[in-house]
């Protein structure tokens, strides 16, 4: 009764788009668009699928596919690993469901950190979200966090701090410190024995804090748990139509499967929730790591996550927690995004690799080891059947065809899995983003490897 009492003494919070804002500004592209791709990409798979059918027969006898020939004993380490790795994920994320939510009385407090810089009205949209979400009032705090900005950010998080004086904090950094630090600053000032992080960028839904929270209430083990994240700007184009279906993907299939184990590598900025007391033993380490020299700006997320597993907590997901952010639209930023999250995951997969072959936690350490072992290996072995198949079709240029073909239907049967949490023929989408890394994201992991000390952000 309380809580209701709570929710009702706050009729003002509302969602409306704001005067400038990036939501108000977001324009579905023209509606026959969508067809019209939709209608491409299921050509494609038809073609793909006759190709394979008139070509696989005659080409399954060729020297391309012959056990003793090098070409054939990459494919096959390739196929054999990739095709299992897949196998398991998939069978692991089918048996996955979400913590139940649990009662006002058993949820503990809480406090939402939102870092920002340079968000501009954004900003408010992600407060606003947060304020009016369904979590006892007299538990839930928040604290937003401007990190020097150098545009009107802070005229926005004042202004909601005015509003809700005793619901909002906000802090404002002089000096832009970066991401990290910012949240640095919000770990320190926060008081809630669960910790919630969302980005300046996202707008969190209704039910969003008490179910992301509910793992750690019920299992004093969980000390991260990651939410799930959606395309707030799903529909603007093409790009933001892919970057959706490849994070169905990402997270109902990659993260449940990790949840499985307790061993979800990276719990994201857009919505994150931490057990306070883990937090600040590693805050130190984790916000002075280092790496090659350089201090690590970049990849926060993960290198919390990674800190926390090396400490013996589980991190799990939890698909009831919804988010949605915007994502880039355009094809720079998108790069330079994708380059900034490969940089990262290199980074941690070699940070937590010698932490592998210690007791680093009590049980199901078998696949999060197997997983970063073969995150490790993967490209390089990739890379390999890609270069062996470049020099196959020099002597014959039918199989790129074929490649494409197969390609095309095993990106197919990933894509399909996104039915399971959202009917419609938007799972094409997952087909269109596989062809699209395939053709023109393959420079992204070598150069990041390259450029590993660049702890850029980019796309601010």
Known sequence: MQFQNSISRAPSVQLTPIPGSPIRAMRQSAPWLDPFWKGIIFLGIVV????????????SHARFFDGSSIMGI?????????????????????????????????????????PAFNEGPMVRIALLSALR?????DKFHIIAIDDGSQDDTWTHMSAVQREFPSRVTAIRLEKNGGKREALRTGFLQARGEFVVTVDSDSRIDRQAIRNIVAPMVTDPEIGAVAGKVL??????????????????????????????FGAVLCTPGALSAYRR???????????????????????????????????????VYQSSALVHTIMPSDLQKLFRMLLRWERGN??????????????????????????????????????LAVATTIGHCIKHPAVLLLVGAVSVITALVQSLYCLRSERGT???YGVGYACFAFIGLQWIFPYSCLTLKDGRWMTR
């Not at 790009?239 to 449940?256: E, K, N, P, V």
């Not at 380490?285 to 400490?311: H, K, V, Y």
């Not at 997983?371 to 890379?383: A, C, K, T």
């Open 426 to 428: 938007d799972f094409l």
């Open 74 to 114: 990459v494919w096959s380490v390739v196929g054999i690993v990739a095709g299992g790795y897949f196998l398991l994920s998939l069978l692991f994320a089918l048996s996955y469901s979400p913590a139940l939510s649990v009662s006002d009385a058993e949820l503990p407090t809480c406090t939402l950190i939102i």
């Open 231 to 260: 395309v707030l700007n799903r529909y603007e184009n093409l790009i933001t139509r892919l970057l959706a279906a490849r994070l169905f993907i990402t997270f109902d299939l990659m993260r449940a499967a990790q949840s499985r």
């Open 133 to 137: 979400n369904n979590y006892p009032v």
């Open 48 to 59: 793909a699928f006759a190709i394979a059918h008139s070509m696989l027969p005659t080409w």
């Open 346 to 383: 290199i980074r941690e997969d070699f940070v937590m690799f010698p932490v592998l072959f210690t007791r680093w936690r009590s049980r199901d350490r078998w696949w999060p080891t197997f997983e970063i072992m073969f995150q490790i290996v993967q490209m390089p072995l990739g890379y």
């Open 277 to 315: 007391e883990a937090v600040l033993r590693v805050l130190e380490s984790w916000s002075t790591q280092t790496f090659l020299g350089s201090p690590c700006t970049i990849a926060e997320d993960r290198a919390l996550t990674t800190w926390l597993m090396r400490t013996g907590y589980r991190a």
